[in-house]
T-cell receptor, first 113, second 113 residues
Framework: GEKVEQHESTLSVREGDSAVINCTYTDTASSYFPWYKQEAGKSLHFVIDIRSNVDRKQSQRLIVLLDKKAKRFSLHITATQPEDSAIYFC????????????FGAGTRLKVIA | NAGVIQTPRHKVTGKGQEATLWCEPISGHSAVFWYRQTIVQGLEFLTYFRNQAPIDDSGMPKERFSAQMPNQSHSTLKIQSTQPQDSAVYLCASNWGNQDTQYFGPGTRLLVL
């Protein structure tokens, strides 16, 4: 089955710098890649996604890149702010009628003021 | 829109007791997903329903765990003879049943003593 590896378990950046979180997946049938943010004691909050028919998507300070050949996708947070501090999860899902998510292990991002 | 509702938010049960967790999906959503989150295993898929029909229960432990969706407005996850290793946050998510964003509820934190 699908496996998603999230490469950075922790990441510290200075406020205003960019943060990059990288994920790889194993199943070429995966075609939908969402990202979620989890703040302390809270549930998962959707932040951005990308589908396999594009290789880049931007929403304000968030950019997602997808490299299907390498089976890799990444979240770029530009101009980081202290409120970006949280755990970020990547996930992969297939488009074969079964839309369950397979999650990465999470990256704890700390933005230092 | 109240979002996905999960009850109870916290449950403490003794080893060997039964626990029933409830999920009310967002109105109009046709798919409900259950996940479990622990420090050690991370976010794991358990099961999901589409139009009340079970689609995939591949993540459910074969014994003691069962899930149902008797109507459009709620799903239940039942754990019989709970064990300490069942302690986790159980997350419910819903969406329109296609390859799309899943919206997560606040979770039920289950503690088995």
């Amino acid at each position: 089955g699908e496996k998603v590896e999230q490469h950075e378990s922790t990441l510290s950046v200075r406020e205003g710098d960019s943060a990059v979180i990288n994920c790889t997946y194993t199943d070429t049938a995966s075609s939908y890649f969402p990202w979620y943010k989890q703040e302390a004691g809270k549930s998962l909050h959707f932040v951005i996604d990308i589908r396999s028919n594009v290789d880049r998507k931007q929403s304000q300070r968030l950019i997602v890149l997808l490299d299907k050949k390498a089976k890799r996708f990444s979240l770029h947070i530009t101009a980081t702010q202290p409120e970006d501090s949280a755990i970020y999860f990547c996930a992969a899902s297939m488009a074969t009628g079964n839309y369950k998510y397979v999650f990465g292990a999470g990256t704890r991002l700390k933005v230092i003021a | 829109n109240a979002g996905v509702i999960q009850t109870p938010r916290h449950k403490v049960t003794g080893k060997g007791q039964e626990a029933t967790l409830w999920c009310e999906p967002i109105s109009g959503h046709s798919a409900v997903f259950w996940y479990r989150q622990t420090i050690v295993q991370g976010l794991e898929f358990l099961t999901y329903f589409r139009n009340q029909a079970p689609i995939d229960d591949s993540g459910m432990p074969k014994e003691r765990f069962s899930a149902q969706m008797p109507n459009q407005s709620h799903s239940t996850l039942k754990i019989q003879s709970t064990q300490p290793q069942d302690s986790a946050v159980y997350l419910c998510a819903s969406n329109w049943g296609n390859q799309d964003t899943q919206y997560f509820g606040p979770g039920t934190r289950l503690l088995v003593l």
